[in-house]
């Protein structure tokens, strides 16, 4: 069964910090992993979709990086804002196709 | 504009009611999917339809049933037999082959009175 882990469950960072988030699952036999950003109460909002074959996807101040091998993915935020302020969740879908499996998220917290 | 509408947004049921919370997307997607979310928690997978007529289980499907009857439809109804189903509901679509983003309604906050 595939696991995901989201390392820290909290962040708080000041102002214009570069930060990373990480992303562990246990089944590399992936399709994609995808992160999201959730505001309170609300859905959720695509930032990146990375496809099993590729390394790395970058929107903006977002990079995403993915090592399937080691079943680690990493997102960069960088010189990040208050308006960054979310939990951001990672989910990887595979081994089984149409089936995604969410971490439990890192809130982020970002001081003006 | 495209996407996905979940209603209502705040629901109440009594206990022993079975309760129907609404999917919608015109976006064309062949796959949709309802998730349950619990404070502090991730996401967890209740069914997922790839195709009209044609629906599975996800991993905690016990007390929950759905209907795919159209392509832009996935209504969730939540039975009496869900012990537990204070929670946050979200309904999700994508175009249904690997490899494609899924997008996400706002969800509906049910609450058991």
């Known amino acids: 069964k595939q696991e995901v882990t989201q390392i820290p469950a909290a962040l708080s960072v000041p102002e214009g910090e570069n930060l990373v988030l990480n992303c562990s699952f246990t089944d590399s036999a992936i399709y994609n992993l995808q992160w999201f950003r959730q505001d309170p109460g609300k859905g959720l909002t695509s930032l990146l979709l990375i496809q099993s074959s590729q390394r790395e996807q970058t929107s903006g101040r977002l990079n995403a990086s993915l090592d399937k091998s080691s079943g680690r993915s990493t997102l960069y935020i960088a010189a990040s804002q208050p308006g960054d302020s979310a939990t951001y969740l990672c989910a990887v879908e595979g081994p089984n196709a149409g089936k995604s499996t969410f971490g439990d998220g890192t809130t982020l917290t970002v001081k003006p | 504009d495209g996407g996905i509408t979940q209603s209502p947004k705040y629901l109440f049921r009594k206990e022993g009611q079975n309760v129907t919370l609404s999917c919608e997307q015109n976006l064309n997607h062949d796959a949709m999917y309802w998730y349950r979310q619990d404070p502090g928690q991730g996401l967890r997978l209740i069914y997922y339809s790839q195709i009209v007529n044609d629906f599975q289980k996800g991993d905690i499907a016990e007390g929950y049933s759905v209907s795919r009857e159209k392509k832009e439809s996935f209504p969730l109804t939540v039975t009496s037999a869900q012990k537990n189903p204070t929670a946050f509901y979200l309904c999700?679509?994508?175009?249904?082959?690997?490899?494609?983003?899924?997008?996400f309604g706002q969800g509906t906050r049910l609450t058991v009175v």
């Open positions: 999700a679509s994508s175009p249904g082959q690997p490899v494609t983003e899924a997008f």
